[in-house]
């Protein structure tokens, strides 16, 4: 999605500004472009289509340069990828403004604006934020008034940043249901719609909340606003370091991040395990009331963060017997829903930006009724976190490949350990939570073992370069793992990809299968095992061409039109965590064969924070 980069400095940041762009690049974007004022005060702007590479080329033969400046890249909601849409958007020559969100009432500002002589030049949302800015900056003393003015016209979400020639030892820059950063530097100042673009130059941040707007000087000077009152914000160190955004010796961030699994579900195990039962503290001091009250959850979520819901509602029925409803979150947020009595409210999700999720949370804080919100989530101080009454915070680290990986296991990792607590207030310590434990205990090497099948699903994956379908089977916990499989498999692939729980087969999609049509079945040794290998008897009676993972100890047998890769004995509990992997890598091989963009899939964003 769209991101943005400012600094205000002493020396020159205009390359600040485009390796900020570069770190963006993960988030998906179509566009990009940068305006930075000189030190004469000129305002010089570069935009293109396309990759920042090519807004880079622009800037050498340009030879833009300036202490002051905003950047910017697009990911097009109003109007075509074209270099007129790309921002910064000026009005006139001496203002520039970037904005990731949209305006929702853009078009009756628009319609005012050309009545007083506007010329718009683009058919973005963003150009009625400069026109404002330019109309408004004439009828204030300075720039910040001028922009707090603007802002309060704006309905819809927005991250703002803006910069004027006739006050050229700043910028100012609002947030308002899109993430936005203040990059804390010496004697100078940045912002940023993700930290992870600022990191060469601060790892400390300020995460600027709803409707702050702030003030950044030459100098350093940092000062920051809500509803006109200046407010305190606390700043805090970014943990993970810069090297944790780096490639390493990996070709893709997503293999990268396939291959961190074992050390980050670690992580996020490490602290939380008793001898024999999850500790209830997780989630904070006074939780063992809280669950203890909890009669039923509602989980919410997008994408693959709802998979690993779904995933849950198998687990949380079964091992805290609590009733268990996982939606998603663009469905939810526009429901009449129906909360009963000790309703946990959870969201899950990697960015904690992503606007569904967000307004399903607030739609759920305005209705009431819920016992309490809780957010699943990887980055801290992002607004799902600030937002929710408790959390329990996953430890991917940052995840770059818009495919998302670890931080899926990782959100296994961490429902399952809610769901131990929860059984653990409700019944005291038992044998199963003990096992479960040691399970968890040994899941980093397990991860590990599974991991080094890659080779062989690397040599697997030719079998699906050149088809243009596939199907995915599974059963019981298996069945949400298969609806993973087979979004990352048209995600990265572009391949169209259907999962169907293994039973539903013969009600429809079996109609599907042919030898043009590979299945790809997961089957670990759970209870459903003998019914999943009768619904494989029936893709195979038809012809179709079989790929089963399957456990290393079950009577699945290699044959014509059966591939068999062997997977390592685990606690059925466990499974889907596990059987997530040889499907990450299959869909990266795939990919890998087929030549796309494999970190950033076309038409896709990292962090969806526009509806
Ligand atoms: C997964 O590979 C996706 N890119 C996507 O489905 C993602 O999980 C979804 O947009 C939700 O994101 P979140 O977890 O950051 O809320």
Aim: with cysteine; charged share 20%.
């Amino acid at each position: 999605m769209c991101g943005i980069v400012g600094a205000v400095a002493d020396r020159q940041v205009q390359n600040i500004l485009l390796e900020g762009l570069k770190r963006l690049e993960y988030r998906g974007y179509d566009s990009a472009g940068m305006a930075v004022l000189s030190a004469d005060a000129r305002l010089s702007r570069q935009r293109a289509v396309g990759k920042v590479a090519a807004l880079e080329e622009k800037l050498q033969a340009s030879g833009l340069r300036g202490h002051v400046g905003i950047a910017h890249t697009r990911w097009a909601t109003h109007g075509r990828p074209t270099e007129n849409n790309a921002h910064p958007h000026q009005s006139g020559d001496s203002l520039a403004v970037v904005h990731n969100g949209i305006i929702e009432n853009y078009e009756i500002l628009k319609a005012d604006l050309e009545g007083q002589g506007y010329v718009f030049l683009s058919e973005t949302d963003t150009e009625v934020i400069a026109h404002l800015m330019s109309r408004e900056v004439s009828r204030h003393d300075d720039l910040l008034s001028a922009f707090q003015h603007v802002v309060d016209m704006l309905n819809g979400a927005y991250a703002l940043a803006v910069t004027h020639a006739d006050y050229p030892d700043q910028i100012v820059g609002a947030r308002k249901g899109s993430p936005l950063v203040v990059g804390v530097g010496i004697d100078e100042a940045f912002l940023a719609s993700d930290p992870l673009a600022l990191l060469q130059v601060t790892d400390r941040f300020i995460y600027l909340q709803e409707g702050d707007v702030a003030r950044l000087t030459v100098g350093g000077n940092i000062e920051i606003f809500n509803a006109g009152q200046s407010v305190e914000r606390p700043s805090a160190i970014f943990e993970h370091g810069d090297g944790a955004v780096s490639r390493g010796d990996y070709r893709h961030f997503m293999l990268k991040e396939i291959h961190e699994q074992s050390q980050v579900i670690a992580n996020t195990l490490e602290g939380r395990l008793g001898d024999r039962h999850v500790f209830t503290r997780i989630l904070g001091a006074e939780a063992d009331d809280l669950l203890a009250h909890v009669k039923n959850i509602q989980i919410v979520a997008c994408g693959t963060s709802y998979h690993a819901g779904m995933v849950a509602r198998y687990w949380l029925e079964k091992l805290a017997g609590i009733p268990t409803q996982v939606e998603v979150a663009s469905e939810y947020r526009y429901r009449e829903v129906v909360v009963p009595e000790g309703t946990l409210f959870v969201t899950l999700s990697q960015s904690g930006e992503t606007a569904d999720t967000l307004a399903a949370l607030r739609y759920a804080s305005q209705k009431g009724g819920y016992l309490a919100s809780l957010a699943i989530c990887n980055v801290p101080g992002s607004s799902l976190v600030r937002e929710s009454d408790l959390t329990l915070m996953t430890q991917a680290g940052p995840e770059i490949g818009v495919a998302s990986t670890k931080a899926f296991t990782t959100q296994l990792v961490a429902l399952l350990l809610l769901t131990l607590a929860l059984r653990h207030v409700r019944q005291g310590d038992d044998d199963v939570q003990a096992r479960l434990v040691n399970a968890l205990r040994e899941l980093p090497r397990l991860i590990t073992r599974g991991l080094a099948l890659d080779s062989a699903i690397e040599t697997m994956s030719a079998a699906f370069a050149e088809k243009h379908h596939a199907l995915f089977l599974g059963r019981g916990t298996m069945f949400p793992i298969a609806l993973e499989g087979a979004l990352k498999l048209k995600e990265i692939s572009y391949i169209h990809a259907e999962a169907y729980p293994a039973g539903e087969l013969k009600h429809g999609p079996l109609a599907l299968v042919d030898s043009d049509m590979p299945v790809i079945a997961v089957a670990p040794n759970d209870e459903l095992l003998e019914k999943l290998k009768s619904n494989l008897q029936e893709v195979r009676a038809r012809g179709g061409e079989l790929f089963v993972f399957a456990d290393e100890h079950v009577a699945i047998n290699e044959s014509e039109g059966v591939h068999v890769l062997r997977m390592p004995a685990v606690d059925d509990v466990i499974a889907p965590i596990l059987y997530t992997l040889p499907l990450q890598l299959l869909s990266y091989h795939v990919a890998v064969l087929k030549g796309t963009d494999v970190d950033q899939p076309r038409n896709l964003a990292k962090s969806v924070t526009v509806e």
